[in-house]
Structure formats: structure tokens, C-alpha cells
């Protein structure tokens, strides 16, 4: 039997849907369903977002939508829409706008990021430490049939360390605090763990949040360790970027490049991670799991930390000389 399936065709222009940017896209973006869209796309995880201020004033400018992270109390974040392709002026103005409000990040929306200024985000990601970070994103239509258009929010830049987790910020624990605040004092004590440990692995500021990354010596590679509370799991991981801001940057050559290596690899790290491609736009991570484990059980802290800490180390010392050899330009051929 034939399934029939209907066919999704892209809207061109979205001003039909949207005439003005300012008194129509604006305001629906600001609406408590958009905004929660908004931030699963980027990977705060839906509801992240809750709406502050539209239009706000900032001197004689006025910034489109400010939201915060969590809640009310949250850290602020910058939203900045523009119609059509991206400009100079804009880019001008969202760096106006996050230094008078102290925004921690910044999302700039429009139909086309060009690549310029693609780079511009890259940069400033490069520059700011990981308590900050700027979004490019692209907005498009799709529809099937006769169907309403569907808006869709295209990542096209992020922060550098940025994990696309899902954090369900308002998740109640077993100890009747809140995800955050526990998952703040689960980092914090395995921050204390590594450095009791005296091993050449250091830790970056905890945050309130499912992930803790860690330098590996080279741009676009990274160690990255989760703790899941909803999944009852641990992970620790190298991540290869996709895209990096390094010249030359091949993310598939130096995948394959390690890949031809698995063999020495698994030996020298005692264990066999899984090798997985996890998306064009995402990248490569080289990762072991700990399932049936909960974070939040503060009695089982110790040996956590103690498993956490033995993989991430493996990897940081097994992986760090190898990555550090990988050529710096592009390569011509790529191994299959």
C-alpha cells in the first residue's frame, strides 16, 4: 500500500505573514508559546525564556525583546529581529544594546545571516568567556498544501563551548530544591574532586545546568562531561566542532584522521568509547556513559565523581597529544 505523504515547500519572504518587522514579527515573537520556541532552537530547552520588556529604551535606541534566563530573576538575554539580510548597523546596535543592559547572550533573527557577519558573531564567541555568548539565527516559512506557514529557527552561529542540551530550568528535585541549584552543587563538588585529584584536568566556573566543559588545548575540539538527572546517566566525551572559526577548519579530516587511530586509542584509554557523527550542523563526539545514574542522589556523589573524573581524564590524556598534531590547514583529500 502507498502512504501518501504531502510535499513541505519553503514560503519565500515572510513579510505577507509578518508585514512589519517592528509592529507585527516583534510582538508575535514575544508571545510566552514563540519565545519557548525560541530557546529550544537555541538549546536553553523550551520555557527557558521569559519575556522582560519589548521596545526597551536603551539611550535614544530601542532594543526589540528582553528576556530572562529561568525566571524573573535570571540572567538577561538580548533578542534582536531583522527582516531581509543582516547589516552593519544592526550588528552595531546589538553590540550597543548587550553592553547597556548586561546581557549575558545575544540572538540576532533574520531571514539571511550573511557571512560577514557570520564571522563577526564567531569572533566575539571566541572572545567572551562561557558565561557569554551570541546566537546568529535564520527564520524561515514552510508549509504543506494549503497549510498555515510554520516558522523555523535556523542555528547558524553559537557559542563555541554551546552544548545543544535540553535544561528543564524549572524541574522540582527529590530534595524539593531547584535543578538548578543542585546541579550547581553537583559541579561545584566535582570541581573540588578534580583538584583534589591533582591531575593536569581543570575545571571551568560550575553553572546551574546539565553539562561542564573543559580545554583540550586546540579550538573546535573540546571535553565535555554531562549528568543528566532526566535520563539518570554520565558522560564523558572529546567533541569535535563541525564549524570553528579556525582557518582551514576540516572537522570530517580530523574525525577520520583519530578514527584511523581506534585501535591504539581504545588500548591506551583502557576502555572502548562509542564514535558517533551527531548531525551536519553539530559535529563529532568520541564518548563513554555511566547509565542508571542519578546526580541527584548526593549520597552517591563520591563514586560519581570518581568515575567522571578517571573517563575525562583518559580521554584528556590520550586524545590531547594526538589532536595537537593534527595539521592546521585544510586538507585535500579527506579519508573515507
Known amino acids: 500500500m502507498t502512504v501518501k505523504l504531502g510535499k513541505l515547500d519553503r514560503v519565500l519572504g515572510i513579510r505577507d505573514t509578518w508585514p512589519h518587522e517592528e509592529r507585527d514579527f516583534s510582538p508575535w515573537l514575544a508571545e510566552e508559546d514563540n519565545l519557548s520556541e525560541l530557546a529550544l532552537a537555541l538549546g536553553f530547552g523550551r520555557g527557558a525564556f521569559f519575556l522582560e520588556q519589548t521596545e526597551a529604551r536603551i539611550g535614544d535606541f530601542r532594543a526589540d525583546i528582553i528576556a530572562r534566563i529561568g525566571g524573573a530573576d535570571g540572567d538577561r538575554i538580548l533578542i534582536e529581529n531583522q527582516f531581509s539580510q543582516t547589516n552593519h548597523d544592526h550588528l552595531g546596535k546589538i553590540a550597543t544594546y548587550a553592553a547597556g543592559l548586561d546581557a549575558k547572550f545575544v540572538v540576532w533573527i533574520a531571514e539571511r545571516i550573511r557571512e560577514e557577519h557570520r564571522a563577526a558573531l564567531d569572533w566575539l564567541n571566541s572572545i567572551t568567556d562561557e558565561a557569554h555568548g551570541f546566537f546568529g539565527v535564520e527564520l524561515e516559512l514552510w508549509r504543506i498544501g494549503d497549510s498555515p506557514p510554520a516558522p523555523r529557527f535556523n542555528l547558524v552561529s553559537r557559542p563555541n563551548d554551546w552544548i545543544r542540551t535540553v535544561v528543564d530550568f524549572t524541574q522540582p528535585t527529590a530534595s524539593g530544591g531547584e535543578f538548578g541549584s543542585d546541579m550547581l552543587a553537583f559541579w561545584t563538588s566535582f570541581k ?16 546551574p545546568q546539565s553539562w561542564q566543559t573543559f580545554a583540550i588545548g586546540r579550538a573546535g575540539f573540546e571535553l565535555q562531561a554531562f549528568a543528566s538527572a532526566r535520563d539518570k546517566y554520565l558522560k564523558a566525551q572529546l ?29 591506551d584509554l ?49 586524545f590531547r597529544p594526538l589532536i595537537s598534531k593534527l595539521p592546521m590547514t585544510q586538507m585535500d583529500s579527506i579519508s573515507e
Open 239 to 267: 567533541f569535535i566542532y563541525r564549524r570553528s572559526s579556525v582557518r582551514g577548519w576540516n572537522a570530517d579530516y580530523y574525525y577520520n584522521s583519530l578514527s584511523d587511530m581506534r585501535g591504539q586509542i581504545e588500548a
Open 270 to 318: 583502557g576502555f572502548a568509547p562509542k564514535w558517533t557523527a551527531i548531525g551536519e550542523e553539530s559535529g563529532y563526539h568520541i564518548s563513554v556513559q555511566r547509565s542508571q545514574t542519578d546526580p541527584l542522589e548526593r549520597d552517591n556523589w563520591h563514586e560519581q565523581h570518581l568515575w567522571l573524573a578517571e573517563k575525562l581524564e583518559a580521554l584528556n590524556r590520550v
Open 192 to 207: 573540588e574532586h578534580l583538584e583534589s585529584r591533582g591531575g593536569a584536568l581543570r575545571s571551568r566556573k560550575p553553572a
